[in-house]
């Protein structure tokens, strides 16, 4: 049983959806409360995407933000799985080598100059930072972007992840 705060009754779990942020896994409200309150605010998800979409530098640095004050966990987790699974992270990495092998394939010399030249600064900028910094394609490849020195940037770990393959967008404004 859990307590819904909002109608004040004492409910089965299987009435409370979901909500892996929550100590016990569900949500606050009831699904009862939840479909009235979606019922009276018709718009609210519409207003959110819009806040989201007025506000999408603040956004982004609201979730860098908690991405860095959670990364030490994250860090430890991922650290654990890897200790737990080595076949998988080896069967990981050996994907990634291949996806970058066909990446560089027919890549001019100059670009993969500059490829193996944003590995060192890479190294460099996780010493000097205490951040980790990874390589990034500013078109990303699952949008037909390539290795190309003009595709290329470094930046922040945090960043890259947020990124994902959402944002097409430059780290550092360039000058021509
Ligand atoms: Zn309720």
Request: charged letters at 30%; proline letters at 3%; aromatic letters at 10%.
């Amino acid at each position: 049983m859990k307590y819904c705060t909002k109608c004040k009754l004492d409910k089965p779990l299987s009435q409370f959806g979901k909500c892996k942020s929550k100590k016990d896994g569900h949500q606050q409200y009831c699904n009862a409360c939840k479909l009235k309150y979606q019922q009276k605010n018709p718009n609210r998800k519409a207003s959110v995407t819009k806040y989201r979409e007025a506000n999408k530098d603040i956004c982004i640095f609201r979730s860098i933000l908690s991405q860095q004050k959670n990364r030490a966990h994250y860090n430890m987790k991922a650290a654990e799985w890897q200790k737990a699974n080595p076949e998988k992270v080896k069967a990981t990495r050996a994907r990634y080598d291949k996806k970058r092998q066909i990446q560089h394939r027919g890549l001019d010399a100059f670009s993969r100059f500059v490829f193996e030249e944003a590995k060192e600064l890479v190294k460099l900028r996780n010493e000097l930072t205490g951040v980790k910094w990874n390589i990034d394609h500013v078109i990303p490849i699952s949008k037909g972007g390539t290795s190309e020195y003009t595709n290329i940037q470094v930046v922040p770990e945090v960043y890259n992840r947020h990124k994902a393959t959402k944002l097409v967008q430059r780290y550092f404004l360039t000058t021509k």
